[in-house]
Structure formats: structure tokens, C-alpha cells
């Protein structure tokens, strides 16, 4: 299920889920907001602002690196 309101919720049901740890996920996100609560957790967060691009989704996988 994915939340609408708290993406931190989502995560953490994610993680409760799959047993992965909040380290090895990533998450792409434009709110602003998102990004910081799921930060938050550990989880590598990468703001698009203004729309997903191969770029955004490259430098993401680097970070996570």
C-alpha cells in the first residue's frame, strides 16, 4: 500500500515488509517534504523537482553507491 499523506509510514512498512534495511533503499520523490521525512530514516532520498529524468535516476543509484 502506498500512503499519501506520510511516505515515512510507507518505509517503514517497506522495511517491515522485506526485511531490507532503510540503507540499501532509495527513493526518488518532487515533494520536498517527502524527501526529508524518509531521509530521516536512512533511506537515500532524491528530490526531481521538475520531473524524473535518466540523469536524476543515475545520480540517485551513485549515491546509494
Do not use: C
Request: proline share 3%.
Amino acid at each position: 500500500m502506498i500512503y499519501k499523506a506520510n511516505k515515512k509510514t510507507h518505509f517503514k512498512e517497506l522495511q517491515t515488509t522485506t526485511g531490507i534495511p532503510f540503507e540499501d533503499m532509495i527513493f526518488f520523490d518532487s515533494e520536498q517534504g517527502n524527501i526529508k521525512s524518509v531521509k530521516k530514516l536512512g533511506v537515500t532520498s532524491v528530490y526531481y523537482p521538475d520531473g524524473m529524468t535518466e540523469a536524476i535516476w543515475r545520480s540517485g543509484l551513485e549515491q546509494e553507491e
